[in-house]
Each structure stands twice: as C-alpha cells, then as structure tokens.
T-cell receptor, first 113, second 113 residues
Framework: GENVEQHPSTLSVQEGDSAVIKCTYSDSASNYFPWYKQELGKGPQLIID???NVGEKKDQRIAVTLNKTAKHFSLHITETQPEDSAVYFCAASSPGSNYQLIWGAGTKLIIKP | DAGVTQSPTHLIKTRGQQVTLRCSPK?????VSWYQQALGQGPQFIFQYYEEEERQRGNFPDRFSGHQFPNYSSELNVNALLLGDSALYLCASSLEGTKNIQYFGAGTRLSVL
C-alpha cells in the first residue's frame, strides 16, 4: 500500500524567510496530493493541493511542486508570518482506494519573530 | 454555509465502555471519512461511507464501526474501549465525483481512562 514520508519533523525559520517541506510517496498510482495545516485544538485545514497532471501550483505565498518521476512533492511558503506557525501535513491518494488519504507524519513549523 | 461539524468536542470514557461520535458533513457533501489522530502523529484512515454503506476500510479492528444516515450525517462507534483508543477522531466530508477533496471538522477528543 501507499506510504508517505515527510521531512523535516520540525522546521524553525526567521519571520520573512521561506520554508520548504518535502514529502515522498511510494504508490505510482497516487494522483492527488493535498497539504493541510493544523493549528492547536483544530482539525486539519486544506491549504493547497495538486494533481498528477500538473507540476506546480501557486496560491499567493504558498506553492506546491510535484515530481512524478521521483515521486516527491514539496510545499513552499514564502515571506513567512507568525500566523504560519502550525503543523503541516502532506497526504497522497489514488482513485483505486476511493481517495482515502495516506498522511505524512507532519512538520511543526515555527516562525521566529 | 456550515462546515463539517462534530460532536461532542471532548469525551472521557473508561476501559471497556462503548462510545458514539457524530458528524454532520459540509452542505452538499455526500461522502464521510473518519480518521484517528494520536498525539503528535498524522491521521490514520478508519473508514469511508458513501450511499449509507462502508466502501473503504483502513487497518482498524471491527470494534470500530460506523453508520451513514440518509441525510449524509454519520456516526462512529467504538466498542470495548482500550487505553490506546485515546485520540482525536476526525471526520472529513467530500463530494463524490470531485476527486474527493476532503474538508475536516475540528474533531472529538476521546480520553479512555
């Protein structure tokens, strides 16, 4: 079955700098890759997603890139702000599993003032 | 437009008891998935309901069962509770045919003593 690995587990960056979180997946049939942000005491919030027919997607300060050959995808956050501090999860899913999400272990992003 | 709502928000049970958690999906959504999130980990898929039937199941024992009602709301039942069942239980809703983009509720925090 699908396995998703996420790195790093903790990332500390200076406010205003960029942050990059990387994930790899194992199932070549996976074709949908969402990123979720989870704040303390809340459920995961979808922030951006990408499908396998696209190499990059951008939404304001957030971007996601996908390399299907290498089976990895990354989240890029530019001009980080204190409110970006949270735990970020990547996930992968495929039509063969009715799009059940397989999750990475999460990255705790700390924005230093 | 109400998002995904879950009840209760917190629950304390003792070992061996049974628990029922409830979820109302986002308006217009017809598919409900349940996830278990242990502290400091990513969510683990329990099962997914569509058209009132369980159509996908993760690696969870049959102590975990569910139901979906005609109005698409759903319940998660856990029998014979174990200490290890203590976790945040998340409900996600999606619309069949939209490649299952999933939106999450805030979760129910279950503590088993």
């Amino acid at each position: 079955g699908e396995n998703v690995e996420q790195h790093p587990s903790t990332l500390s960056v200076q406010e205003g700098d960029s942050a990059v979180i990387k994930c790899t997946y194992s199932d070549s049939a996976s074709n949908y890759f969402p990123w979720y942000k989870q704040e303390l005491g809340k459920g995961p919030q979808l922030i951006i997603d990408i499908r396998s027919n696209v190499g990059e997607k951008k939404d304001q300060r957030i971007a996601v890139t996908l390399n299907k050959t290498a089976k990895h995808f990354s989240l890029h956050i530019t001009e980080t702000q204190p409110e970006d501090s949270a735990v970020y999860f990547c996930a992968a899913s495929s039509p063969g599993s009715n799009y059940q999400l397989i999750w990475g272990a999460g990255t705790k992003l700390i924005i230093k003032p | 437009d109400a998002g995904v709502t879950q009840s209760p928000t917190h629950l304390i049970k003792t070992r061996g008891q049974q628990v029922t958690l409830r979820c109302s999906p986002k308006s217009g959504h017809d598919t409900v998935s349940w996830y278990q999130q242990a502290l400091g980990q990513g969510p683990q898929f329990i099962f997914q309901y569509y058209e009132e039937e369980e159509r996908q199941r993760g690696n969870f024992p049959d102590r975990f069962s569910g139901h979906q009602f005609p109005n698409y709301s759903s319940e998660l039942n856990v029998n014979a509770l174990l200490l290890g069942d203590s976790a945040l239980y998340l409900c996600a809703s999606s619309l069949e045919g939209t490649k299952n983009i999933q939106y999450f509720g805030a979760g129910t925090r279950l503590s088993v003593l």
